[in-house]
């Protein structure tokens, strides 16, 4: 232990990071069972803040829950690694080992947070991102008291072949986190030094890697796809390394890190590597812990327990894979190590989301061979399932055709069931790719156009994919078939179907080009277009102005066809 490195709380402390009422909460990670009455408001004004209002409420019904930040949850269960001096090794017979985040040397910037996630899950004012103590917590120069930062032990499957342990090579579980709501979330910095998990790096994710993810994780909320949420970015002075396209070319970046959010960070790895090692009573440890924490739909002590288990997380994980599709979005490294075991999109690095329709589009430079493009990716989910239990494949493929069917017939506004619906939907997917239309206004264009202007092939400028897609000799004969499908819609009109699809296909997700623009700008510390895309990504299915003048609807401009991403970061 580094008690030295502990934050208090007292005198002044981290009092500023939180809500008015919420400080005498945090002494139950003293050791205190329940927080003082007096924590609370007796009776909260007018101008109270929402927590105020809320622990009011809560007082009323059925008095205040008890809350804190702190690891405990995670501690308690499982042996934890007996060494806790921080060096690369090999690791048995543990979740996770204790070690401390690396601080910056450098001067550190604040470049964003997510209000939504400050004020919403961590129950934190947004004045609070002005304190220091703040900034010296998301940036790992400060660990709250009550809370031990740990690094998760897991292995996995890299592009199919088992590689071994792997684990938090250079993120820091800061803590385990109860709101208001009753929900948990665990907390954890990226980019925060090494651990024993490092192997060869040095434990520092780059500002270009974190902009990126910062912004497609709050992306993805907003689109409603399951996801790690971002409550932060900041970005320090200090010189990391990277050889960005492994061609040999390495260049001098700046340190940054994302404190990101999730339910739990267990992945399919975090299983394999127990099985792998024959350590099987951990294993059953660490699963009934699973199940208990995060699948109470499955009774204690049911003997099918395990096996409902696997089942949920296939037909869960389908449901991702298919809402990724239907967005256009390719993960870029689905490797098991990658694969959250609550079926929510983890780790972003080499993403990508489609522009011209191909369903061999690949985003990450580093798959030679193509294993990760985005028309593999329910193929390599079942991969990775049945490398958690063999006998899962007929479980996944049914479901999977459906979930796929069922989304894309929201996305073109279609009611009902009818037997040409399949075909219908690969028809327009083999114009998609002949004429290399975007896939995104594609969708959205279709839901904005009316009917009338449909049937007439009268096709507005401003609705430059359409006309993409409009150069297919086919093109005429898909919207005779589409129209037909669209009559059959019972008691519905055209502007209740418009309403309908704009409600499910966006007008804005994170392109790579719109990702590089950003990060050209804060390597100058203008953090303008990051803030910006965070707003417009927040809305993604309401037209902006903002968006409209930054051009975010428009075509890719022309310097973005040579962008390329990697796993570097």
């Known amino acids: 232990m580094r008690p030295s490195r502990r ?30 009455d007096a924590a609370c408001p007796a009776v909260p004004g007018r101008n109270a803040s929402r927590l105020e209002r809320s622990c009011g409420r809560e007082r009323a019904a059925a008095g ?77 120069e400060k660990v709250l008291h009550g809370s031990v930062p740990l690094a998760h032990r897991y292995g996995g499957h890299q592009f ?23 929900e948990r979330w665990e907390l954890q910095l990226k980019g925060s030094g090494k651990t024993p998990y490092s192997r060869n790096g040095d434990g520092r994710a780059v500002l270009r890697s974190s902009v990126r993810e910062f912004l497609c994780s709050e992306a993805m909320h907003y689109l409603g796809i399951p996801t790690s949420r971002a409550a932060s970015l900041v970005v320090s002075d200090d010189d990391v390394w990277r050889d960005q396209f492994y061609n040999g070319n390495i260049k001098k970046e700046r340190g940054a890190i994302v404190l990101r959010l999730a339910k739990s960070w267990f992945r399919i790895g975090s299983l394999e590597i127990l099985a792998h090692s024959g350590e099987l009573d951990l294993l059953r440890r660490l699963l009934d812990f699973i199940i ?33 599709m239907s967005v256009g979005f390719a993960h870029g490294v689905c490797n098991t190590d990658n694969f959250s075991l609550l079926s929510i999109t983890i780790d972003y ?94 969708f959205r264009q279709l839901s904005e156009i009316t009917a009338d202007q449909l049937r007439e092939l009268h096709i507005p400028e401003e609705f430059w994919a359409l006309w993409d897609l409009g150069k297919h000799g086919l093109f005429s004969e898909w919207v005779a078939m589409y129209l037909s499908r669209l009559d059959g819609n019972k008691d519905d009109s055209d502007v209740k179907r418009r309403r309908r699809m704009m409600a499910v296909n966006p007008r804005y997700v994170l392109r790579n080009w719109m990702a590089e623009s950003a990060v050209q700008k804060a390597n100058l510390d203008d953090f303008s277009e990051v803030q910006l895309l965070q707003q417009v990504l927040q809305r993604p299915f309401q037209k902006q102005q903002a968006a409209e003048k930054a051009g975010y609807a428009l075509r890719a401009p022309a310097w973005a066809r040579d962008l390329k991403v990697s796993c570097s970061s």
């Open 7 to 36: 934050a208090s709380v007292e005198g002044g402390g981290l009092s500023g990071l939180l809500l008015p009422g919420v400080l005498g909460c945090l002494v139950w990670v003293c050791g205190a069972r329940s927080p003082p």
């Open 64 to 140: 205040i829950g008890v809350w804190g930040l702190g690891t405990g949850s995670l501690l308690d269960p499982f042996p934890i690694d007996p060494i806790q001096e921080n060096y690369v090794r090999n690791v048995r017979n543990c979740i996770f080992s204790i070690v401390y985040p690396t601080p910056f040397k450098s001067r550190v910037l604040l470049v964003a947070v997510s209000e939504e996630v400050i004020e919403d899950i961590l129950d934190l004012h947004i004045s609070v991102k002005e304190t220091s103590d703040f900034l010296q917590f998301v940036s790992g």
């Open 160 to 182: 199919g072949s088992w590689a071994g342990q792997l684990g938090d090579g250079r993120a820091h579980l800061v803590g385990v986190y109860t709101n208001r709501r009753g």
């Open 292 to 324: 208990q924490e995060h699948f109470p739909s499955i009774a204690p002590n049911d003997s099918d327990g395990y096996l409902e288990f696997f089942s949920t997380v296939v037909s869960e994980t389908a449901g991702l894979i298919a809402l990724w």
């Open 349 to 442: 690095g080499p993403f990508g989301f489609m522009d011209s329709y191909d369903p061999n589009f690949v985003p990450n430079t580093s798959d030679d061979e193509g294993r990760y493009k985005i028309g593999n990716q329910a193929n390599v989910g079942l991969f990775n399932l049945n490398k958690l239990l063999q006998a899962l494949k007929p479980l996944l493929d049914p479901r999977q055709k459906q979930l796929f069917t069922e989304l894309f017939k929201r996305k073109l506004g279609l009611l009902g069931a009818s037997e040409d619906d399949n075909y219908l939907i690969a028809f327009l997917f083999r114009l998609m790719e002949d004429t290399k239309a975007d896939f995104t206004m594609t």
